[in-house]
């Protein structure tokens, strides 16, 4: 019977691979870039209105909710209205081989909303959010190609989200909105 010995060997790029991501971390911090976190939206009470997919609307959920932002049902409850106006999703053939074949397609995916308070006043005009993204096509994996689509936009529209949090933080409060803190009397 032969023994066998197995021989663990650690290549210079396995061991370098943990100082150099702390090294680039570094550098990222230093150039401004953090993680994402939470957003700071001066909003706390929040209704979601309009023409949006069930996907979209429950990543708008969780993100909400990380975000300790309650999502109303009437208007009269929320201190901003987010409408969805429109959300399309749509793919464009990009290019042909010599053969006349598909060779790349481009997926869109793009989200057209505004926001305004309680009273009907716009604090953000009609926007939109326009993603794209180029993808190789490949005739002998469709079915893979399919999910890989899927998987496109599913990150485009957690990138869309992303993007809308960031643009609903930028708007301010009007004057006479006040904070349920500064609507309470102060004790002396």
């Given at each position: ?176 909105q006040k904070t349920p803190s500064e609507s309470q009397p102060k004790s002396r």
């Amino acid at each position: 019977m032969k023994k066998t010995t197995t021989i663990y060997s650690f290549g210079r790029r396995q061991l370098l691979g943990g100082g150099l991501s702390i090294l680039a971390m570094g550098a990222l911090s230093a150039c401004g870039w953090r993680l994402r976190g939470k957003v700071d939206l001066p909003y706390k009470n929040i209704l979601i209105s309009g023409n949006l997919t069930q996907e979209l609307r429950d990543d708008l959920d969780m993100i909400f909710r990380v975000n300790d932002v309650q999502i109303v049902k009437a208007a009269k409850d929320a201190e901003l209205v987010l409408e969805i106006i429109s959300e399309q999703n749509a793919r464009q053939v990009l290019s042909y081989n010599g053969a006349g074949q598909i060779t790349a397609y481009r997926i869109i995916s793009r989200v057209v909303f505004r926001a305004f308070d309680q009273n009907g006043i716009e604090l953000m005009p009609e926007s939109d959010i326009y993603l794209t993204r180029d993808i190789d096509f490949n005739q002998a994996d469709v079915q893979s190609f399919d999910l890989l689509v899927a998987e496109y936009v599913k990150n485009m529209r957690f990138d869309i989200v992303n993007q809308l949090m960031r643009r609903l933080a930028s708007i301010k409060k009007l004057p006479s909105q006040k904070t349920p803190s500064e609507s309470q009397p102060k004790s002396r």
